[in-house]
């Protein structure tokens, strides 16, 4: 992992919190109401040759929407839906299915440092790492957690298995955990993170199957296999 890969994730989390007060805003809100102000569709419908297009979010930077459009989309076995985050401004979103309760990914988590005396940050930067006592007189250290920032699934095994960005991934039914990574706008990725501007699944076996943003919690959507 880079320098410019650490500091791109700094960023994005300080981004994410900055949001976090902007999208509570959005959430009281009507969401017909919203969405109709920045020109957007609660009955947008793209279902055409076997693939479903999901809107990830939506709007601009006075009225960013933190849903998804349509928020259920009924399929067939065999066939896919697409992910993309058409938001005029730079705010991300996942595609998260967690399909095992116990698998759920928090953007920042503690690590334990064993193997170091000190920990600096990379200048230059007005930054300090959070700390906390750890087990056995160790030293734990909260940092971003990629489980939760970067495209990865979890096999019923509990193989993880990293995937590339604007993945196409065939879902099986038997997965933990399978995440999109951020989704970004079309060409507004930080510098240093994956330029993530879409997120296909294609599934195998019918089933109701629900997923949420990270980022977003209330942010949530189904997918429906017959």
Same mark, same amino acid.
């Given at each position: 992992?880079?320098?410019?890969?650490?500091?791109?994730?700094?960023?994005?989390?300080?981004?994410? =919190?900055?949001?976090?007060?902007?999208?509570?805003?959005?959430?009281?809100?009507?969401?017909?109401?919203?969405?109709?102000?920045? *020109?957007?569709?609660?009955?947008?419908?793209?279902?055409?040759?076997?693939?479903?297009?999901?809107?990830?979010?939506?709007? *601009?930077?006075?009225?960013?929407?933190?849903? !998804?459009? /349509?928020?259920?989309? @009924?399929?067939?076995?065999?066939? &896919?839906?697409?992910?993309?985050?058409? @938001?005029?401004?730079?705010?991300?979103? @996942?595609?998260?299915?967690? =399909? %095992?309760?116990?698998?759920?990914?928090? =953007?920042?988590? /503690?690590?334990?440092? %064993?193997? &170091? $005396?000190?920990?600096? #940050? =990379?200048? /230059?930067?007005?930054?300090?790492?959070?700390?906390?006592?750890?087990?056995?007189? @160790?030293?734990?250290?909260?940092?971003?957690?990629?489980?939760?920032?970067? #495209?990865?699934?979890?096999?019923?095994?509990? +193989?993880? +298995?990293?995937?590339?960005? %604007?993945?196409?991934?065939?879902?099986? *039914? $038997?997965?933990?955990?399978? %995440? &999109?990574?951020?989704?970004?706008?079309?060409?507004?990725?930080?510098?240093?993170?994956? #330029?993530?501007?879409? !997120?296909?699944?294609?599934?195998?076996?019918?089933?109701?199957?629900?997923?949420?943003?990270?980022?977003? #919690?209330?942010?949530?959507?189904?997918?429906?296999?017959?």
């Amino acid at each position: 992992m880079n320098r410019y890969f650490i500091i791109a994730l700094a960023i994005a989390a300080s981004a994410v =919190l900055a949001i976090s007060t902007v999208t509570a805003t959005t959430m009281a809100a009507n969401d017909q109401s919203v969405a109709h102000s920045v *020109g957007a569709s609660m009955k947008f419908m793209d279902y055409k040759d076997g693939v479903f297009k999901v809107m990830a979010g939506g709007g *601009g930077p006075t009225a960013p929407l933190t849903k !998804f459009f /349509p928020a259920k989309a @009924t399929i067939k076995v065999g066939e &896919s839906v697409t992910w993309v985050n058409p @938001t005029r401004v730079g705010e991300p979103h @996942t595609v998260t299915f967690v =399909l %095992n309760q116990t698998q759920g990914a928090n =953007l920042d988590v /503690p690590f334990v440092v %064993n193997n &170091s $005396t000190g920990i600096a #940050p =990379l200048a /230059p930067g007005n930054s300090a790492p959070i700390t906390l006592p750890g087990p056995n007189g @160790t030293t734990a250290m909260i940092g971003a957690n990629a489980m939760a920032y970067l #495209p990865v699934t979890i096999a019923s095994d509990g +193989t993880v +298995t990293p995937m590339p960005p %604007n993945a196409n991934y065939t879902m099986n *039914g $038997t997965e933990q955990y399978i %995440n &999109s990574g951020f989704i970004w706008p079309k060409g507004m990725a930080p510098e240093g993170l994956p #330029p993530i501007d879409t !997120f296909t699944v294609k599934f195998e076996k019918a089933g109701t199957y629900d997923y949420l943003c990270i980022l977003h #919690p209330w942010m949530t959507g189904q997918v429906q296999v017959k």
